[in-house]
Nanobody
């Protein structure tokens, strides 16, 4: 059972930056997709960005050119660099892993963008 642990959320002013990290408890050797999702109050959970084991990357239109997803295979870590943050980016951000063994979610980390 793979466990995912997120870190890096917090409170930031509009225009600021945050970096989220997600660490997996074990190395994934099969084909996989790792991604960041977010859920704002009263809204459905939505995909923010994802990266495949083949290094294909996709972003939601709302975060393109502001957010950057990356991974460190040696450390079993995926990161999300968020720049030029807006109040509408406020949400709980979740790390998700889709692998041959199943789908796994982290516990979520709160990101609040407010002055």
């Amino acid at each position: 059972q793979v466990q995912l642990a997120e870190s890096g959320g917090g409170l930031v002013q509009p225009g600021g930056s945050l970096r989220l990290s997600c660490t997996a408890s074990e190395t994934i050797f099969s084909t996989y997709i790792m991604g960041w999702y977010r859920q704002a109050p009263g809204k459905q959970r939505e995909l923010v960005a994802q990266i495949t084991s083949g290094s294909t990357i996709n972003y939601a239109d709302s975060v393109k050119s502001r957010f950057t997803i990356s991974r460190d295979i040696a450390k079993n870590t995926m990161s999300l660099q968020m720049n030029s943050l807006k109040p509408e980016d406020t949400a709980v951000y979740y790390c998700r892993l889709s692998a041959r063994s199943g789908i796994y979610w982290g516990q979520g980390t709160q990101v609040t963008v407010s002055s």
